[in-house]
Protein backbone atom coordinates (compact mmCIF):
# COMPACT_ATOMS: atom_id res chain seq x y z
CA UNK A 1 0.00 0.00 0.00
CA UNK A 2 0.88 3.33 -1.20
CA UNK A 3 1.04 6.20 1.32
CA UNK A 4 2.31 10.06 1.17
CA UNK A 5 2.29 13.05 3.38
CA UNK A 6 -0.21 15.42 1.63
CA UNK A 7 -2.86 15.19 -0.99
CA UNK A 8 -0.72 16.95 -3.17
CA UNK A 9 2.17 14.69 -3.39
CA UNK A 10 -0.47 11.58 -3.36
CA UNK A 11 -2.14 13.03 -6.66
CA UNK A 12 1.49 13.37 -7.87
CA UNK A 13 2.04 9.77 -7.75
CA UNK A 14 -1.00 8.74 -8.97
CA UNK A 15 -1.56 11.24 -11.40
CA UNK A 16 1.83 11.02 -13.16
CA UNK A 17 0.89 8.62 -16.07
CA UNK A 18 -2.01 10.97 -16.87
CA UNK A 19 0.84 13.87 -17.74
CA UNK A 20 1.80 14.80 -20.88
CA UNK A 21 5.13 13.54 -22.14
CA UNK A 22 7.96 15.85 -22.30
CA UNK A 23 8.17 17.64 -25.53
CA UNK A 24 4.50 17.49 -26.29
CA UNK A 25 2.18 20.08 -26.44
CA UNK A 26 -1.59 19.31 -25.36
CA UNK A 27 -3.71 17.71 -27.80
CA UNK A 28 -6.11 20.09 -28.10
CA UNK A 29 -3.41 23.22 -28.20
CA UNK A 30 -3.36 23.11 -32.47
CA UNK A 31 -7.41 23.42 -32.11
CA UNK A 32 -7.89 26.02 -29.87
CA UNK A 33 -4.69 27.82 -31.89
CA UNK A 34 -6.86 27.09 -34.85
CA UNK A 35 -9.67 28.95 -32.78
CA UNK A 36 -7.82 32.04 -31.93
CA UNK A 37 -8.33 30.53 -28.27
CA UNK A 38 -6.27 30.34 -25.31
CA UNK A 39 -6.36 26.17 -24.43
CA UNK A 40 -8.32 27.06 -20.95
CA UNK A 41 -10.98 28.63 -23.28
CA UNK A 42 -11.05 26.27 -25.93
CA UNK A 43 -11.40 23.57 -23.62
CA UNK A 44 -13.84 25.42 -21.23
CA UNK A 45 -16.38 25.91 -24.39
CA UNK A 46 -15.49 22.07 -25.57
CA UNK A 47 -16.70 21.06 -21.93
CA UNK A 48 -19.67 22.91 -22.18
CA UNK A 49 -20.52 21.38 -25.68
CA UNK A 50 -18.92 18.04 -25.23
CA UNK A 51 -18.48 17.09 -21.83
CA UNK A 52 -16.24 14.31 -20.92
CA UNK A 53 -13.08 13.33 -22.41
CA UNK A 54 -10.32 10.25 -22.20
CA UNK A 55 -6.77 10.51 -22.73
CA UNK A 56 -3.48 11.63 -22.15
CA UNK A 57 -3.71 15.69 -20.72
CA UNK A 58 -7.68 14.46 -19.31
CA UNK A 59 -8.50 13.63 -15.92
CA UNK A 60 -12.37 12.18 -16.50
CA UNK A 61 -14.82 13.20 -13.82
CA UNK A 62 -15.32 9.10 -13.62
CA UNK A 63 -11.75 8.71 -12.53
CA UNK A 64 -12.79 10.93 -9.64
CA UNK A 65 -15.81 9.28 -8.66
CA UNK A 66 -14.57 6.01 -8.34
CA UNK A 67 -11.83 7.50 -6.05
CA UNK A 68 -11.49 9.10 -2.67
CA UNK A 69 -8.90 10.39 -0.13
CA UNK A 70 -8.43 8.52 2.83
CA UNK A 71 -6.93 9.62 6.29
CA UNK A 72 -4.65 6.50 7.31
CA UNK A 73 -3.79 5.90 11.15
CA UNK A 74 -1.34 2.92 11.74
CA UNK A 75 -1.71 1.14 14.75
CA UNK A 76 1.77 -0.21 14.87
CA UNK A 77 5.00 1.20 16.16
CA UNK A 78 7.73 -0.50 14.34
CA UNK A 79 10.40 0.50 12.14
CA UNK A 80 10.88 1.74 8.51
CA UNK A 81 13.22 1.49 6.30
CA UNK A 82 14.64 5.35 4.52
CA UNK A 83 15.76 3.73 1.31
CA UNK A 84 17.26 6.72 0.42
CA UNK A 85 19.77 6.85 3.36
CA UNK A 86 23.50 6.12 2.50
CA UNK A 87 24.00 3.37 5.33
CA UNK A 88 20.49 2.00 3.15
CA UNK A 89 21.94 1.82 -0.29
CA UNK A 90 25.38 0.67 0.94
CA UNK A 91 23.64 -2.44 3.02
CA UNK A 92 21.37 -3.40 0.04
CA UNK A 93 24.74 -3.00 -2.58
CA UNK A 94 26.28 -5.60 0.19
CA UNK A 95 22.95 -7.98 -0.17
CA UNK A 96 22.37 -7.84 -3.56
CA UNK A 97 24.75 -6.00 -5.43
CA UNK A 98 26.13 -8.49 -7.25
CA UNK A 99 22.21 -9.76 -8.72
CA UNK A 100 21.62 -6.23 -9.78
CA UNK A 101 24.72 -6.18 -11.76
CA UNK A 102 24.42 -9.51 -13.09
CA UNK A 103 20.75 -9.60 -13.87
CA UNK A 104 20.33 -5.85 -14.65
CA UNK A 105 23.14 -4.60 -15.68
CA UNK A 106 23.68 -2.16 -13.13
CA UNK A 107 27.44 -0.85 -12.01
CA UNK A 108 26.14 0.92 -8.97
CA UNK A 109 22.81 1.74 -6.54
CA UNK A 110 22.37 5.72 -6.43
CA UNK A 111 19.10 7.75 -5.38
CA UNK A 112 18.60 7.30 -9.62
CA UNK A 113 18.35 3.56 -9.58
CA UNK A 114 16.05 3.85 -6.33
CA UNK A 115 13.67 6.67 -7.65
CA UNK A 116 14.04 5.36 -11.39
CA UNK A 117 11.74 3.62 -13.69
CA UNK A 118 13.47 0.51 -14.03
CA UNK A 119 10.49 -1.30 -12.14
CA UNK A 120 12.78 -4.71 -12.43
CA UNK A 121 15.19 -3.00 -10.04
CA UNK A 122 13.38 -1.42 -7.66
CA UNK A 123 11.29 -4.21 -7.20
CA UNK A 124 14.15 -6.57 -6.33
CA UNK A 125 15.18 -3.89 -3.82
CA UNK A 126 12.12 -3.64 -2.22
CA UNK A 127 11.69 -7.78 -1.96
CA UNK A 128 14.96 -7.91 -0.05
CA UNK A 129 14.44 -5.23 1.92
CA UNK A 130 11.08 -7.06 3.44
CA UNK A 131 12.90 -10.25 3.89
CA UNK A 132 15.84 -8.41 6.59
CA UNK A 133 15.31 -8.79 9.97
CA UNK A 134 16.42 -5.08 11.65
CA UNK A 135 18.99 -4.72 14.60
CA UNK A 136 16.49 -4.94 16.95
CA UNK A 137 14.63 -7.79 16.35
CA UNK A 138 11.71 -6.76 13.98
CA UNK A 139 10.46 -6.84 10.26
CA UNK A 140 10.59 -3.39 8.77
CA UNK A 141 6.98 -1.90 8.06
CA UNK A 142 7.53 -0.49 4.62
CA UNK A 143 10.28 1.88 3.04
CA UNK A 144 10.14 5.43 3.34
CA UNK A 145 11.06 7.68 0.06
CA UNK A 146 10.84 10.65 -1.20
CA UNK A 147 8.30 11.33 -4.17
CA UNK A 148 10.45 11.25 -7.77
CA UNK A 149 7.92 14.44 -8.30
CA UNK A 150 9.18 16.38 -5.29
CA UNK A 151 7.86 17.78 -2.36
CA UNK A 152 7.59 15.14 0.64
CA UNK A 153 7.55 11.60 2.00
CA UNK A 154 5.86 8.74 0.44
CA UNK A 155 5.93 4.96 2.30
CA UNK A 156 5.23 1.30 1.15
CA UNK A 157 3.63 -0.40 3.93
CA UNK A 158 3.35 -4.24 3.22
CA UNK A 159 0.35 -5.97 4.32
CA UNK A 160 2.35 -8.22 6.17
CA UNK A 161 -0.63 -9.91 8.08
CA UNK A 162 -2.35 -10.02 4.63
CA UNK A 163 0.10 -12.19 3.43
CA UNK A 164 0.49 -14.23 6.43
CA UNK A 165 -3.63 -14.94 5.84
CA UNK A 166 -5.13 -12.72 8.01
CA UNK A 167 -7.73 -10.60 7.64
CA UNK A 168 -7.06 -7.45 9.60
CA UNK A 169 -4.05 -4.85 8.49
CA UNK A 170 -2.60 -2.53 11.85
CA UNK A 171 -3.99 0.58 10.65
CA UNK A 172 -7.41 2.46 10.47
CA UNK A 173 -8.77 4.40 7.73
CA UNK A 174 -11.57 7.08 8.25
CA UNK A 175 -14.38 7.76 5.38
CA UNK A 176 -13.06 9.14 2.67
CA UNK A 177 -13.38 12.10 1.11
CA UNK A 178 -14.98 12.74 -2.51
CA UNK A 179 -12.06 14.47 -5.18
CA UNK A 180 -14.06 17.62 -6.37
CA UNK A 181 -12.23 19.45 -9.17
CA UNK A 182 -11.65 22.51 -7.15
CA UNK A 183 -9.57 20.69 -4.51
CA UNK A 184 -6.08 22.71 -4.29
CA UNK A 185 -4.07 19.63 -4.35
CA UNK A 186 -5.10 18.36 -7.14
CA UNK A 187 -5.53 21.38 -8.82
CA UNK A 188 -2.09 22.14 -8.33
CA UNK A 189 -0.81 19.21 -9.22
CA UNK A 190 -3.26 19.02 -12.77
CA UNK A 191 -1.95 22.56 -13.59
CA UNK A 192 2.12 21.10 -13.17
CA UNK A 193 1.11 18.08 -15.52
CA UNK A 194 -1.01 19.80 -17.95
CA UNK A 195 -3.88 18.10 -17.17
CA UNK A 196 -7.22 18.90 -17.80
CA UNK A 197 -9.78 18.18 -14.97
CA UNK A 198 -13.23 17.61 -15.40
Known amino acids: M ?11 EVLSGYALKLGTKHPMQKDADFQGMTLDVYMRSI ?11 FLTKQWRDLRSIYKLTLSSTAWWVDVEHPDSIAAISAGIGEQLHTRLGLQQLTLGVLHGEHRVATTMVSAWIRQQVLDDGSQPLGLRFKSKHGGGGCWAY ?9 DEIDMT ?4 AQIHTNNSALETVAKRF ?5
Open 194 to 198: GIKVW
Open 158 to 166: WLRRRDDGL
Open 173 to 176: DDDG
Open 47 to 57: AAEWGNHIGPG
Open 2 to 12: YISDTEEIAFA
